[in-house]
């Protein structure tokens, strides 16, 4: 007798990135629920990939539950996970429902860590940020501080030759662009202006020059790690280097919720996500360091698969290893949940 495959449900499932996820989890022979709050564009999907849908806003507790409550997993798309996160995560608990999303936001990690023990009473997983945020540079920190045991601060960077953003993936940065940035010192998560620390760093051939970002891993890196000194890294360009100042008092303006809504208005009319032409054409690398307050360094850098590309390819894994029971209930990080060697499924090439 078949055995019957457990239920896995995607939310938002309408997005750039959850199209690409579920096309991947089809490849595979994963047909997932399809839900989100539009009926309309819900049906369409569903015809498209002759998935169930259900149709759902997560306004009502008890909607929400009623409506997983059957499912082993939810991958939840739907960006900006500040205002999705939270309901679902909730909902999960309730239902005794498996929960990933795609976030790179630090307030959704730290809820999903916040909520660990409640999971692991209740025999669950919470995985946040799998994709493109963070399981790359999520990896790489736990790999170099396996590489040095004691080493006392981390940094990070992504280095994107030629990518393209979704429109979810912009109004996901438009909540925290104009907001503070952050970093990690001596355990604690800080706040720091964007672009208050920069790297310009050449080696070998290879060469970039960044500013410090609030990216995820400000957060999760300690969860991961234990480095109690953190900060991550954008490459830019010269432009943006050499204007740096004012095009940050650029972003402050984006505190006014007026401008900040011109500017959602503007993303949800004009932006679309990339081709698979430009997404295979991107050239994408990471880029970590470890160092020890004695002053020993390691550092490695790795072409890996595009964003968009890794984003679908890895909450596909992901969601495949929780459907197959394969994690112990509780709230993981990537490397956490499966070492840092789940960076090597999504590598090009070791460059350094």
């Known amino acids: 007798m078949e055995t019957e495959q457990p239920l896995l449900m995607i939310y938002g499932a309408n997005g750039y990135s959850a199209k690409l996820i579920i096309e991947e989890l089809i490849s595979k022979g994963i047909r997932p629920i399809l839900a989100g709050r539009s009926e309309t564009d819900l049906k369409q999907l569903s015809q498209l990939y002759k998935c169930e849908y259900r149709s759902f806003d997560l306004n009502d507790e008890s909607t929400v539950v009623a409506s997983i409550e059957d499912v082993h997993t939810v991958l939840n798309c739907a960006g900006p996970f500040l205002h999705t996160a939270k309901d679902l995560m909730e909902a999960c608990l309730i239902s005794k429902t498996n929960y ?48 040095m045991p004691d080493a006392t601060h ?46 310009d760093f050449e080696k070998e051939g290879f060469s970039f020059r960044g500013i410090s970002i609030p990216w995820g891993d400000v957060y999760s890196s300690y969860h991961s790690t234990g480095i109690e000194n953190a900060e991550v890294y954008l490459a830019v360009s010269g432009f943006v280097m050499m204007f740096k100042s004012v095009i940050l008092f650029l972003l402050k303006l984006l505190k006014f919720k007026f401008i900040k809504n011109i500017v959602a208005e503007y993303i949800k009319k004009n932006m679309t996500g990339p081709t698979k032409a430009e997404r295979d054409s991107a050239e994408t690398f990471i880029w970590g360091r470890v160092e020890y307050a004695e002053g020993d360094m390691i550092e490695e850098i790795y072409q890996v698969k595009e964003g968009y590309t890794l984003t679908a390819e890895g909450a596909a894994i992901c969601a495949m290893r929780i459907l197959n029971n394969e994690i112990k209930p509780g709230t993981y990080t990537p490397s956490l949940a499966f070492g840092s060697e789940f960076l090597d499924l999504f590598t090009i090439r070791k460059v350094l």
């Open 100 to 147: 990933i999303d795609i976030t790179g936001e630090m307030p959704v990690m730290h809820l999903a860590f916040s909520l660990e023990r409640k999971a692991r009473e209740k025999g669950i997983v919470f995985l946040p940020s799998a994709g493109f945020d963070i399981i790359l540079t999520d990896c790489l920190a736990k790999r170099l501080s396996e590489k």
């Open 154 to 199: 981390l940094k990070l960077c992504l280095i994107n030759k030629g990518g393209k953003i979704s429109r979810g993936t912009m109004l996901t940065t438009l909540e925290f662009l104009g907001e503070s940035g952050k970093i990690r010192r001596n355990g604690k998560v800080i706040n720091s202006k964007i672009g208050e620390f920069t790297i």
